[in-house]
């Protein structure tokens, strides 16, 4: 039986602090208020306070991850301590507060997808379906027709009376008869195979379909003015999509076949009956996003950083963190990131990706093998990640 302790706390004491070990468990505000804000400058980030039915601590107890932020409360405080082992049964006896925190969840990943965005390119994309033929045009150009197909054909059916309609049709059959794209309309497969290189769905396109990696890896990007940011590069295990399944609203980024990957489908309908017969499905869901969006803090963290290497160093450390990968002082690590993966996780200008891929490749913390970047001393390169991020701040308090 679901048994949830309740803790009292004092006007202006610290409830959660940031940078310490994640635990166990998170709090639901049953009443008073708290002030939430970040001890490291995140830029984009402002402090919140939050009150009777919110949640603070989600993100570190089930991501696993050091607390994101600090959590003090304003007033006398009541809250109910839920443990992460507790949280399948709240979902099975409570699961408007689950839903409560995927939804609020999704909502802070799309708020934070702007700012990335924002932060990274240093641009803002169009809020409109036109963005999607932007998306067709910049991957065309790098060579990428097997993407560029798709979205070109996204455009011509999200935009009948486009400006852009007529080069889109052009573009369209020019490229299809030569391309492998797949999927350009949604059927009843529950499993779908993506050869390489090929999109799944488009920046702002509409549709409901969340998608669960079965096998192979996806890239998760959006393409503003000419340029494009990574946002992550999903595994086998991975859902995406479910920013559109919860909200009903267009796709706040693009998802490409990192290598040839094969998918499981959830509509709707699936999803419904899935949260009401399996609740470790919004389990996982919660783990997965609450992992997402401590890897998003962190890429915000990352945009602060002026120096490419520094970012570039800082980037590569916290895919290994967000992995937790543990290895034994000065045992390589070999892992499955090009340069340019991490060029455009930072989203580096294309006037600099060559110079800061040069001065990478000669970082003592790197080697390249087969093409893709080794590591000689994983704890190394994460205290050299730190050490980058500390100096920051101590320059920007000066």
């Not at 089930?62 to 979902?91: C, F």
């Not at 803002?124 to 060579?143: D, K, L, R």
């Not at 899935?274 to 998003?296: E, F, G, N």
């Amino acid at each position: 039986m679901l048994q949830l302790a309740f803790v009292n706390f004092k006007p202006n004491s610290y409830i959660l602090v940031e940078g310490t070990p994640g635990i166990d468990r998170f709090f639901i505000i049953q009443s008073g208020k708290v002030s939430c804000y970040h001890e490291t400058p995140i830029p984009g980030s402002v402090p919140t306070t939050y009150g009777p039915g919110d949640f603070v601590g989600v993100i570190p107890c089930m991501s696993g991850h050091s607390q994101t932020e600090n959590v003090m409360a304003i007033t006398p405080v009541v809250a109910i301590m839920v443990r992460k082992d507790q949280y399948p049964e709240l979902i099975v006896r409570n699961r408007p507060v689950a839903m409560k925190i995927v939804r609020a969840f999704t909502r802070e990943m799309r708020m934070l997808n702007d700012n990335l965005t924002k932060l990274t390119l240093k641009k803002t994309a169009a809020e409109s379906p036109e963005q999607i033929f932007s998306v067709a045009q910049y991957y065309e150009h790098g060579g990428f027709s097997n993407i560029a197909v798709y979205a070109y054909y996204q455009y011509i059916k999200a935009c009948p009376q486009g400006e852009n309609i007529e080069i889109a049709k052009k573009k369209f059959v020019q490229l299809k008869g030569r391309t492998h794209a797949v999927y350009f309309e949604p059927n009843n497969d529950m499993i779908r195979d993506y050869p390489a290189d090929t999109m799944i769905f488009s920046d702002y396109q509409k549709g409901g379909d969340m998608f669960i990696i079965q096998e192979g890896s996806v890239k998760i990007s959006k393409v503003v003015g000419g340029e494009e940011v990574t946002f992550a590069l999903l595994k086998k295990g991975d859902m995406f999509g479910e920013m559109a399944l919860l909200e009903d609203k267009p796709r706040s980024a693009s998802a490409i076949a990192h290598g040839p990957c094969r998918l499981m489908v959830v509509n709707q309908e699936n999803f419904d009956q899935m949260v009401a017969t399996q609740p470790q499905l919004i389990a996982r869901l919660t783990t997965m996003l609450a992992d997402r969006l401590w890897s998003m803090y962190r890429q915000l963290a990352n945009t602060a950083l002026q120096q490419p290497r520094e970012k570039m160093i800082d980037m590569l450390a916290l895919q290994l963190e967000k992995q937790k990968i543990v290895q034994g002082k000065g045992i390589p690590y070999q892992t499955d990131y090009l340069p340019v993966d991490l060029v455009r996780m930072c989203g580096i200008s294309q006037h600099d990706q060559a110079q800061a891929i040069s001065e990478l490749y000669n970082d003592p913390n790197i080697k390249l093998v087969g093409g893709k970047i080794s590591i000689p001393d994983v704890q190394e390169l994460i205290k050299q990640a730190n050490f980058y991020r500390k100096q920051n701040n101590k320059n920007k308090n000066k």
